[in-house]
């Protein structure tokens, strides 16, 4: 069965800076992969996903996250954080069970930006 | 578009009450999907539905009920509330069952006391 681990619960940056949230996956084949976001009190809105090709892609808001088979890692990267930036992040794996497609989801990332 | 739609946002029951939360999409999509969102357990699937009149089970299925008679709309019941239910509840909805990326609702706070 699939699973992904978001080694880190919580972490802070300063405005301006840059940030990587680390993801790391389990998946037979390969996976389908997927960042969302979620604002406080919010639902979840999809950053960006991977399905093939190249292993760099770009999402909404300038985050972008590279695929890495052998280290089975789908890292989200931002060159420079803004205050509003502030969420939980969450990294996903779809895969394909029973009669349809199912997202199995890490158990996030909370990101703080201090000024 | 309104989207993926949820009512109500907040909700609080005592043990052994029953209620539906409602979930509706207007954007034609086959597959939807409930999920609960407990703190430091992410996300986890409750039900789906490939489409009207078709549902299945997810990772964490006991103790609520689905059904879904039009594309519309997808509720999920709680038959009798326990408080380990007690959790934010958002509904999905992606175009087929072939497609990954699923557009989530704005949530119901369910609190059983």
């Known amino acids: 069965a699939q699973s992904v681990t978001q080694p880190d619960i919580h972490i802070t940056v300063s405005e301006g800076a840059s940030l990587e949230l680390r993801c790391n996956y389990s998946?037979?084949?390969?996976?389908?992969l997927f960042w969302y976001v979620q604002s406080p009190g919010q639902g979840l809105q999809l950053l960006l996903k991977y399905f093939s090709g190249d292993t760099l892609v770009q999402g909404i808001k300038g985050f972008e996250a590279e695929f890495k088979r052998s280290q089975s890692s789908f890292n989200l990267r931002k060159p420079s954080v803004h205050w509003s930036d502030a969420a939980e992040y969450f990294c996903?794996?779809?895969?394909?069970?029973?009669?349809?497609?199912?997202?199995?989801f890490g158990t996030g990332t909370r990101l703080q930006v201090t000024l | 578009n309104a989207g993926v739609t949820q009512t109500p946002k907040f909700q609080v029951l005592k043990t052994g009450q029953s209620m539906t939360l409602q979930c509706a999409q207007d954007m034609n999509h086959e597959y939807m999907s409930w999920y609960r969102q407990d703190p430091g357990m992410g996300l986890r699937l409750i039900h789906y539905?490939?489409?009207?009149?078709?549902?299945d089970q997810g990772e964490v299925p006991n103790g609520y009920n689905v059904s879904r008679s039009t594309t519309e709309d997808f509720p999920l019941r709680l038959l009798s509330a326990a408080p380990s239910q007690t959790s934010v509840y958002f509904c999905?909805?992606?175009?087929?069952?072939?497609?990954?990326?699923?557009?989530f609702g704005p949530g119901t706070r369910l609190t059983v006391t």
């Open positions: 999905a909805s992606s175009v087929s069952r072939e497609v990954y990326e699923q557009y």
């Open positions: 996903a794996v779809g895969a394909r069970t029973g009669t349809a497609s199912k997202l199995t």
């Open positions: 998946y037979g084949a390969t996976p389908y």
């Open positions: 539905s490939v489409g009207a009149g078709i549902t």
